[in-house]
């Protein structure tokens, strides 16, 4: 459940009421799905506790991380799906063990229009997600891809709270559209270059 402090924002006691009504407790495991893309109807997560990552999957099969939700926040682009009453278009995966708190799509359109409150925590996601994927595009654009990678693994740590990333070469590849060679290279560059240390399915940032 959630109560009028966990958001920090202004939702109104009624709003939170029937967030906390309407709403269910669900626990994922780290790596497994929350929401996948291409399914017609799907709740919204509200990160209680953990770390999401919103993935974006392109026809080719190729996929790219789009952003990590955090601790008081929902996925901007899975509200928009559902107001819209179209298919899924990116997926939510567990990027480690995480409580959240589903909340039915079909409440969304009446608390938009009835609670000023939700109205504007809605605009901020968007809002936030823009910046972001804004950030990500230039990433893509101007970005080399050594760059590219030592932000990844900085992004990854804030949004995890922890120095060590315990994830496969293939994986970040994966996560950057890139290949596994080319991440191995650029991962033993930075170490040479003391920024981080490798272990066995593990990196610490320095």
């Known amino acids: 459940m959630i109560d009028e402090t966990f958001y920090q924002t202004d939702f109104e006691p009624q709003l939170i009421q029937e967030i906390n009504e309407t709403g269910y407790l669900k626990t994922v495991k780290k790596n497994d799905y929350v929401i996948a893309s291409g399914l017609d109807k799907s709740d919204i ?20 991380l789009l952003y990590y939700l ?16 179209k298919p899924s278009e990116v997926k939510v995966v567990a990027e480690t063990d995480v409580e959240i708190w589903m ?8 608390w938009v229009s ?11 996601a968007y809002q936030t997600r823009f910046d972001e994927l804004m950030q990500t595009i230039d990433s893509l654009v101007f970005t080399n891809m050594e ?3 030592y ?13 060590e990333i315990n994830k ?16 191995s290279r650029l991962l033993k560059k930075l170490e040479r270059e003391e920024k981080i240390i490798q272990r066995r399915n593990c990196i610490e940032i320095l």
Request: with cysteine; net charge positive.
């Open 151 to 163: 932000k990844y693994l900085l992004d990854t740590k804030q949004a995890t709270e922890s120095f």
């Open 45 to 64: 997560p509200f990160v209680l506790n953990g770390v999401l990552k919103v993935y974006r999957k392109e026809e080719s099969g190729s996929e790219v």
């Open 103 to 110: 909340i039915p799509s079909s409440n969304l359109d009446r």
């Open 168 to 183: 496969t070469h293939q994986e970040i590849a994966n996560e950057l559209s890139t290949s596994r060679v080319v991440v």
């Open 147 to 149: 760059e590219r990678l």
């Open 114 to 124: 009835k609670y000023p409150s939700f109205r504007r925590y809605v605009f901020q």
């Open 70 to 85: 955090e601790k008081g926040e929902t996925c901007a682009m899975s509200i928009t799906c559902c107001m819209e009453r």
